[in-house]
């Protein structure tokens, strides 16, 4: 009776055993949490929000967006190098690229089926670059800038008050717009350049050493949204939308613009002691 008892429990344990093995297989297959979407972007450099880099662009609206968003979207930007205004529309259009995360709303631009999405949580105040010694000093309205030529860059979205005929436009075509611009004002070739927002040049005369004269521009510039290739999906559209509606919630764009601001403010160079 032991023995057939011993034989009985035996037999218990291994068929135990062999209905345990396949579920401890299954447990040890299990396979890794689902990787995150790539999403790749593209980008025009625009400091401090893009700063061009060796092999991938850096900056405040990137970090913002690296940190803010793509977690709630359970997304990973892949973000392209700087291009220029003209080739950012066409690689969204064609879907090259699939979302820029600041971008004019046109009639152009709607035309090639880019899609604007979510409301508008980053506008910018234009303003025009120029000399110290220029004689513009205020602009109030566009006759104030009938004999100035201004430079901006091609393909890039203007407020009406800037594309009265009286003023006359130099455009660039290059992704270094903004160094472009302010060489051809350093030598004359232009007497003021447009800027979507007062940081860029800025920023450009705090790492240059070069002095400049902000002027304000009396009209706000175009409202910018998050805009999309034709090709991405719906899903993508809808999870972008919710996220930013929460991520651009109580301001927090706007620690991010200080702290670059900031950042440059302690990485200038010390003026020179005028006594």
Not at 137 to 166: C, E, I, S, Y
Not at 217 to 238: I, N, T
């Amino acid at each position: 009776m032991a023995l057939s008892a011993r034989l009985r429990s035996m037999t218990g344990w291994c068929a135990a055993a062999v209905f345990a093995m396949p579920f401890a297989g299954a447990r040890a297959q299990r396979p890794a949490p689902d990787a995150p979407e790539i999403v790749k972007v593209g980008v025009f450099a625009m400091t401090p929000y893009v700063i061009a880099g060796d092999n991938v662009p850096h900056g405040l609206l990137i970090d913002f967006f690296d940190r803010e968003i793509a977690p709630r979207m359970g997304v990973r930007f892949q973000w392209e190098r700087p291009m220029t205004m003209a080739r950012l529309e066409n690689s969204l259009a064609s879907g090259r690229v699939m979302f820029t995360p600041i971008l004019a709303r046109t009639a152009a631009r709607e035309k090639a089926r880019i899609r604007f999405v979510g409301g508008v949580h980053i506008r910018l105040d234009p303003c025009l670059a120029v000399l110290p010694d220029s004689p513009l000093r205020d602009v109030a309205t566009p006759a104030d800038l009938a004999n100035v030529t201004v430079g901006w860059v091609q393909a890039g979205a203007l407020p009406a008050f800037m594309l009265d005929k009286r003023i006359k436009l130099d455009r660039v075509g290059s992704v270094d717009w903004t160094n472009a611009n302010l060489e051809k004002l350093k030598l004359g070739r232009i007497g003021a350049a447009y800027f979507s927002n007062p940081y860029t040049p800025q920023f450009f005369a705090a790492r240059t050493g070069t002095p400049l004269r902000l002027i304000s521009v009396p009209v706000k510039g175009p409202p910018l949204y998050g805009a999309f290739s034709p090709k991405a999906s719906s899903s993508l559209q809808q999870r972008y939308e919710r996220a930013a509606e929460e991520a651009f919630a109580n301001d927090r764009f706007s620690s991010y613009l200080h702290k670059a601001v900031l950042a440059q403010v302690l990485s200038a160079p010390p003026k020179a002691d005028a006594r």
